[in-house]
């Protein structure tokens, strides 16, 4: 099936190149390395030391997003990336496997 997407379709290609290279999965591997054996499976429950490395997590994931976002086209903003990512959903849904990885690591009882 041809790509019927466009320009949303190739930002959000971009989008995933990114977050499958090395230097992003090194980065995410690197974090649960460090930090995974704090983390219990046992219960719901964490604890607010585990709250707040999701939390500095969650905002070393931002900033390496906003850096690829201001490495884009002039322009290019938030609403823009999500606004591509509906179409992309719409048109590709097969195409987004590191975008629902960093959305889910967007929320902190997915983490």
């Known amino acids: 099936m041809p790509n019927q ?3 949303p379709c190739r930002l959000i290609g971009k989008l995933e190149d990114f977050c499958s290279s090395g230097e992003f999965t ?3 591997s690197d974090f649960a390395a460090e930090h995974a054996v704090k983390f219990t499976y046992e219960s719901e429950e964490q ?3 585990c709250y707040s ?3 500095t997590f969650k ?3 931002d ?3 906003q850096q690829f976002i201001s490495e884009q086209v002039e322009g290019v ?3 823009m990336i999500l606004e591509s990512l509906e179409r992309v959903k ?3 849904p097969g195409m987004l496997s590191c975008i629902d990885y960093l959305m889910a690591c967007s929320e902190y009882t997915d983490f």
Do not use: P, Y
Request: glycine fraction near 4%; proline fraction near 0%.
């Open 47 to 49: 604890s607010l030391e």
């Open 26 to 28: 090194t980065f995410l």
């Open 53 to 55: 490395l999701w939390q």
């Open 5 to 7: 997407c466009g320009a």
């Open 77 to 79: 903003t938030n609403d």
């Open 63 to 65: 900033e390496r997003l």
């Open 59 to 61: 905002n070393m994931v």
């Open 90 to 92: 719409e048109a590709e």
